[in-house]
């Protein structure tokens, strides 16, 4: 439980970061946001990976789905609708994170 806390901290703080110094700049996007989403996913899902002894891929899919349910939260309280980018949006979340936790457990293992 502690390793998906830790990814899921370390995958927000490193959101909030990125959104602030973007919005210093100015320049804000959908793109941007959805890169800066997906390099969370990928930092959180490799050290959730790195963490997990066996089965990096389930891992990876519990860490995304705890962000999803994140998302779908935040989209109830504030925004209220869901099309089909969203539904990719959650697929590219899920996809990244599961694929670099198995990252994150390979190169554990390589090191053992």
């Known amino acids: ?8 901290i370390i995958s927000m703080f490193f959101i909030l970061i990125s959104i602030f110094i973007i919005s210093l700049f100015g320049y804000y996007s959908r ?8 390099i969370s996913m990928i930092i959180g899902g490799f050290i959730v990976g790195y963490k997990t002894t066996k089965k990096g891929y389930l891992s990876g899919i519990i860490l995304s789905f705890i962000f999803i349910l994140f998302s779908i939260i935040y989209k109830l309280i504030i925004e209220s609708k869901f099309n089909i ?11 990244s994170a599961t694929l670099s936790s198995c990252i994150g457990i390979s190169l554990n293992k390589k090191e053992n």
């Open 31 to 38: 793109f941007i946001n959805l890169l800066i989403i997906i």
């Open 1 to 8: 439980m502690y390793k998906y806390l830790f990814s899921t």
């Open 85 to 95: 980018y969203i539904l990719i949006y959650y697929f590219i979340i899920l996809f």
